[in-house]
């Protein structure tokens, strides 16, 4: 079973991924349309790449945005959890070494104590998350078991690995068991609403250009104030 | 498949239609046979799917459902925090019902969207600005209503309204004679005080070209001897058209796609006959919003312009204040507290925040200006954009909508408030009068007679 996961499988989940976000990319891209979505994409494309480019950057800097200053229990739980998410997968030293084994090279690790104050933060982050979903009306009107579903999905293999990390009981059970979560959550992303992770860009690119082309950007001023 | 003899899929053609369906007191007729009109479930779906592209479908997969758009939208706000006035909730429970049920949707779901559509969202585009995805929902809802519109479920006054367009060209019942007429006769009214005052029709090559709201023409022509005495004022070679002369749409506010076309067709061909330098259009928003920001798309123009750069009357005005075409007097300046309205249309939808407070830094003493919070993109809408002040159903809802801006007017304690948008003028009125706050409203060009200087060579011979 490990060596089935660590091997074939570890390369077809990451296959399906990343094979899934290009096609997933390539069809928003081609199904975008200036006319019907009333953006001249191609016809200012200096104003629509600044226009993308505020917009995503405005959003992803913590409290960049006026959304974020609005509510900074929201804002404050998301960076929390997305910083984690992010950083922890990608330069935990352990994945790192994962990374030198499968290609031959690693980028930079995190150091142990931060890796693990990333990691629950993200626990933390999740359950507030959670919780926010179920305390407020207005977030509760619209949530339905998906949403706890993909918050599950992303939290377990978080989960799974600081119980690894911390030896709950038997290592390689929850070593295993973290590596299957890994691999489900690569695969789900071109297939379930965890597709945000790329598709956030292309989303906040596109209203970013609309702004940028079409809604003001071009009026000799820095533009809107996200 | 029924259809009613008023409230049916078929848009106005005629102006027998136009009248057979104005005649409808308060379309009493038109919603009961609206009860019995069917969905065309497949010409729903097939519309969907030849015009729901990645944009709109991204958007409707990936919201989280996480409620941050609540709070940006006045009508959740103003309605008691109810959460099914969330906006990403209204066009789940709407929208994104009638995609996910590939357009099996029954009459009392329709109805049920007409009225998310047209009484719980103004189309004021805020909430777009605060969703993390940047999930516009404001364009969403445009969207549903061509739709629905699509289907025959639309208000009364809407249909009316994209008739209006479709037979004469104009929102109401105003032909090229009576707009050309009612504006040289303005001018003979004030050619006393203003010696020389003429109103150039179709006169080619222009500086400006000038387009206007029926609605001045009809109700309220002093608006237009406004803009003349103005023009001449600054000593702009400018003109009107004697056809195509209507900036607005309220086919926009129906979602009635072929009738926004024809209208801003009309109007371009004036702009290709005449070849003004530059169009500018009068104090309103979503006359501007169609003509000038939407209108090259429904158009079909690539570059997303209209044949001639347009702009908005606050930055014509912004512009000969600059340059001192026009000179103010200081001693005339506002001396009251006074605020500014943003309007969604062209200052959250085109960017033109600065144009309206350099206006105001001329016109204004030093000291009595105050900014409503939010202002500027942030703004709330007035309460009755995107066709609200004019639906007679939905008036209750609309009246319930006036009090965020009436308390966002009230916390900047301004005796008048400035509105250049009709829509927002109409709303404010609306407001005062429901509400009796003690507020004066106004648009800018009345208030700019009042104090421009008229250079000697202008004034009357005495």
Not at chain 1, 179 to 204: D, K, N, W
Not at chain 2, 181 to 196: C, K, L, R, S, V
Not at chain 2, 309 to 320: D, G, K, N, R, T
Request: proline fraction near 5%; charge should be neutral.
């Amino acid at each position: 079973m490990y060596q089935f996961l660590v091997g074939p499988m570890f390369w077809l989940s990451i296959a399906i991924c990343l094979i899934g976000i290009i096609v997933r990319s390539v069809g928003y891209v081609r199904g975008l349309h200036w006319q019907l979505d009333r953006v001249a994409y191609r016809a200012h494309p200096r104003a629509g790449i600044k226009g993308a480019a505020r917009s995503i950057f405005f959003w992803i800097v913590p409290f960049g945005a006026r959304g974020w200053r609005a509510q900074p229990f929201m804002a404050t739980c998301f960076f929390a959890f997305h910083l984690g998410v992010v950083l922890v997968p990608l330069f935990l030293s352990a994945h790192q070494m994962v990374m030198r084994d499968k290609l031959g090279f690693s980028l930079f690790s995190l150091p142990g104590g931060l890796a693990d104050g990333l990691s629950w933060a993200t626990l933390t982050a999740a359950v507030l998350l959670a919780l926010r979903r179920i305390a407020l009306p207005e977030v509760r009107i619209m949530t339905t078991w998906r949403d706890y579903g993909i918050l599950a999905l992303s939290v377990a293999p978080f989960v799974t690995g600081l119980a690894a990390r911390y030896h709950v009981g038997d290592y390689s059970f929850w070593l295993t068991l973290h590596i299957l979560c890994g691999e489900a959550l690569l695969i789900a992303v071109p297939f379930t609403r965890m597709s945000h992770i790329f598709l956030f860009f292309m989303s906040r690119a596109q209203l970013g250009m609309d702004y940028g082309i079409k809604r003001g950007g071009m009026k000799g001023h820095h533009g809107l104030a996200w | 498949m029924p259809e009613g003899t008023l409230c049916n899929k078929s848009p106005i053609q005629t102006e027998a239609q136009l009248k057979e369906l104005l005649n409808d007191t308060s379309g009493k007729l038109y919603y009961q046979e609206l009860n019995a009109l069917d969905v065309d479930s497949d010409k729903l779906w097939a519309t969907i799917q030849k015009t729901c592209k990645s944009r709109i479908r991204t958007w409707l997969e990936i919201c989280a459902h996480c409620g941050m758009c609540a709070d940006s939208c006045f009508l959740y706000l103003v309605n008691k925090r109810d959460p099914t006035q969330v906006p990403a909730y209204k066009i789940q429970s709407t929208l994104g019902e009638i995609v996910k049920r590939k357009g099996r949707v029954d009459n009392a779901f329709m109805q049920m969207a007409m009225e998310t559509a047209w009484a719980k969202c103004t189309c004021c585009n805020r909430c777009g600005m605060y969703c993390p995805h940047g999930i516009d929902m404001g364009i969403m809802f445009g969207y549903l209503r061509g739709l629905l519109y699509a289907q025959g479920f639309v208000p009364w006054e809407l249909k009316i309204g994209a008739g209006m367009h479709r037979v004469y060209r104009a929102q109401m019942d105003v032909t090229d004679d009576d707009f050309v007429e009612t504006f040289e006769w303005m001018a003979e009214e004030w050619e006393d005080d203003f010696p020389g005052l003429e109103i150039p029709v179709d006169r080619e090559d222009a500086d400006i070209l000038y387009t206007v709201n029926a609605r001045e023409v009809k109700h309220y022509p002093e608006d237009l001897a406004e803009a003349g005495i103005l023009f001449h004022l600054a000593g702009e070679n400018w003109t009107i058209t004697s056809s195509g002369w209507e900036q607005t749409s309220l086919a926009m506010f129906a979602g009635d796609w072929e009738a926004c076309k024809m209208q801003v067709e009309h109007v371009y061909a004036a702009m290709e006959r005449l070849r003004p330098k530059r169009m500018v259009g009068t104090e309103c928003g979503h006359a501007h919003r169609a003509t000038v920001v939407e209108g090259p798309y429904w158009a079909g123009r690539a570059d997303g312009n209209p044949p001639s750069p347009s702009i908005h009357y606050v930055e014509w005005l912004a512009e000969a204040l600059r340059l001192g075409k026009l000179k103010i007097d200081p001693q005339k300046r506002i001396k009251v507290p006074v605020t500014i309205q943003d309007s969604c249309n062209y200052i959250r939808n085109h960017g033109l925040k600065l144009a309206t407070r350099e206006i105001i830094s001329h016109i204004v003493e030093p000291g009595y200006f105050i900014e409503m919070s939010p202002n500027r993109e942030h703004n709330y809408c007035c309460g009755g954009g995107g066709g609200f002040n004019g639906i007679g159903l939905y008036r209750k809802q609309r009246n319930q909508a006036l009090v965020t801006k009436r308390d966002q007017i009230l916390a900047t304690g301004a005796e008048l408030v400035i509105a250049p948008c009709h829509n927002c003028w109409d709303a404010i009125r609306d407001l005062e009068e429901e509400y009796k706050i003690g507020i004066k409203w106004s648009f800018l060009k009345p208030l700019l007679l009042k104090m421009v200087i008229v250079p000697d060579h202008l004034k009357p011979r005495t």
